[in-house]
């Protein structure tokens, strides 16, 4: 298990907090600055609707930048004067175009998709081809659909060049707010957002889905989400029947969306795969029961979870990647607030109580798991800070014009040097030197840095935490970036006899059993070595 996966929870004031499969307490998460309604995760990646109630996007964790990088090709032919030219034939490609030359591409008219990207340097053009020099990043061939060569030829008719660009997201670690839908994000603001279809069959490697839902009811799909692009580049409707105004969205990892509506039925997307992400057509399913209305539902791999508005909990039955849908619903004999299914199908909930609960002994076998176990973690607790200079920071932070450049947050949220501030009036950039800039909506096609991650807050935090038994009263819990393993979160649960029950596995016995066997052989040859004395 990767020692990066946790468990998201937010508790009632708005505030996250981690629980990793290796440790066993709640740590916050570094503060943003805003309070959050509601989040999606999965690993390294998070989408979630601010108190604003406009969406932000976190990348985090990384192993490395996202880089870019950006390709024109520069084509000439030999004219009868003596030289290359830019004067091709009709039937010739274009001057400036892409690899293959059926797309015209122009330096120029190669923009950044958002100010969350910068350029890392200016356009160079290749220089080798194939382990060899190049002249002036030339390459030659008979004609441009013939295999081109480093060097020239006497029958070489054409030549071309590579110019490239590398861009880099400077949003790692921080906040990103999503460009709304319209220049005044009040008109239809997002009320709840969902990232999965990471694991969908057959798809590109780092694609993402990602799914939102507007307060007028509407579905928004946005388009070319990846990991290399993680804002992607529009909001995009998927219409439904009149008069099906959704509430409440979920996408699971092998890309099922689920939508639950305001009049209790549910909305699954058919034909979702590689090829179409946004699926094709809409179907209905029934609420579980005719006097009740699921208000939250949570989708993993192979399996659907939810709830409804008596609080009871409710399990899909029949799911396969034949019948994404599902047969009919299995009644649950426990009340919870909500759920959360992570991308290995195990569960885990916020109880009536507000406190947080994973569901054991979830299988192949016992798809709905035995019982659910209460999670005792400790949470790490914000001592009040007695360094004026930083609450003076934090405010001046977060009264600051929108408009105002923000400082980067850096790559591993640690404390930020005034060394390693960029020089705007430089050409070419390291990585680890962002510019973040805001600017207004209308003028992006992606996403504009909003709140971000404060290092030195975090850290001043870390100074002066204590450890005491959880008091937290949570409102939702994620369990979409963690794939957990019972042997690993053992630690989660306190109660002995729970404890018990999860390590109660075969080949656990089987130790136990040779252990005692083992024991019973040494007293014996003991017995034996003190009669022969």
Request: with cysteine.
């Amino acid at each position: 298990m990767n020692e990066l996966q946790y468990v998201l929870a937010i508790n009632n004031y708005g505030k996250i907090y981690t629980l990793s499969a290796f440790d066993d307490q709640w740590k916050p998460f570094p503060h943003v600055g805003m309070d959050l309604k509601h989040i999606s995760a999965i690993e390294n990646y998070m989408w979630s609707i601010g108190g604003d109630n406009q969406t932000y996007l976190l990348v985090h964790n990384l192993d490395g930048a996202i880089r870019i990088k950006e390709e024109v090709y520069e084509n000439e032919r030999w004219m009868p004067v003596g030289s290359f030219s830019k004067r091709l034939l009709p039937t010739d490609r274009y001057c400036w175009s892409s690899e293959n030359g059926k797309e015209e591409k122009l330096k120029e008219n190669i923009k950044l998709p958002s100010f969350v990207w910068q350029w890392e340097h200016e356009w160079k053009f290749e220089t080798t081809f194939e382990e060899s020099d190049l002249d002036n990043g030339w390459t030659y061939a008979v004609d441009f659909c013939a295999k081109f060569y480093p060097i020239k030829r006497w029958n070489s008719c054409v030549r071309r060049r590579k110019w490239y660009r590398n861009r880099i997201y400077t949003g790692t670690n921080s906040w990103c707010i999503i460009s709304p839908l319209h220049k005044d994000f009040t008109q239809e603001p997002f009320i709840c957002v969902s990232i999965g279809g990471h694991k969908i069959p057959g798809a590109q490697l780092g694609v993402i889905m990602v799914w939102a839902v507007t307060a007028q009811g509407r579905i928004f799909y946005r388009k070319n989400v990846n990991k290399t692009w993680p804002e992607g580049c529009l909001w995009v409707c998927v219409p439904t029947k009149e008069g099906s105004e959704s509430r409440y969205i979920d996408c699971g990892p092998s890309g099922s969306v689920w939508v639950v509506l305001w009049s209790g039925l549910i909305l699954v997307r058919k034909e979702v795969s590689a090829e179409t992400p946004q699926g094709k057509k809409w179907i209905i399913v029934e609420s579980p029961e005719a006097d009740s209305k699921i208000t939250q539902i949570s989708v993993g791999f192979q399996s659907v979870w939810a709830v409804t508005n008596d609080s009871r909990v409710w399990y899909r039955k029949g799911i396969d990647q034949n019948l994404s849908e599902g047969t009919c619903w299995v009644k649950l004999n426990t009340f919870m607030f909500s759920v959360s299914v992570t991308p290995n199908d195990q569960v885990f909930s916020v109880g009536l109580d507000r406190h947080l609960y994973f569901r054991s002994d979830i299988s192949k076998n016992y798809p709905t798991g035995k019982k659910w176990i209460h999670i005792q973690a400790s949470v790490e607790t914000e001592q009040p800070k007695i360094q004026k200079t930083k609450l003076e920071g934090i405010e001046s932070w977060i009264s600051s014009s929108f408009t105002e450049p923000s400082h980067s947050a850096p790559t591993c949220m640690v404390r930020n040097d005034s060394k390693n501030n960029l020089n705007l009036n430089a050409k070419e950039i390291n990585p680890s030197q962002r510019r973040v800039s805001a600017w207004s909506p209308k003028l992006s096609i992606g996403s504009l840095i909003g709140m971000e991650a404060k290092p030195d807050s975090f850290m001043e935090i870390q100074r002066n935490i204590s450890i005491q038994k959880s008091k937290t009263f949570w409102s939702s819990v994620v369990g979409g970036s963690i794939e957990p393993d019972v042997c690993f979160i053992s630690q989660w649960f306190k109660s002995p006899n729970d404890r018990e029950n999860i390590f109660k596995s075969k080949w656990r016995q089987e130790i136990l059993d040779k252990l005692i066997k083992l024991r019973l052989k040494e007293k014996e040859f003991q017995q034996l070595a003190s009669f022969a004395l």
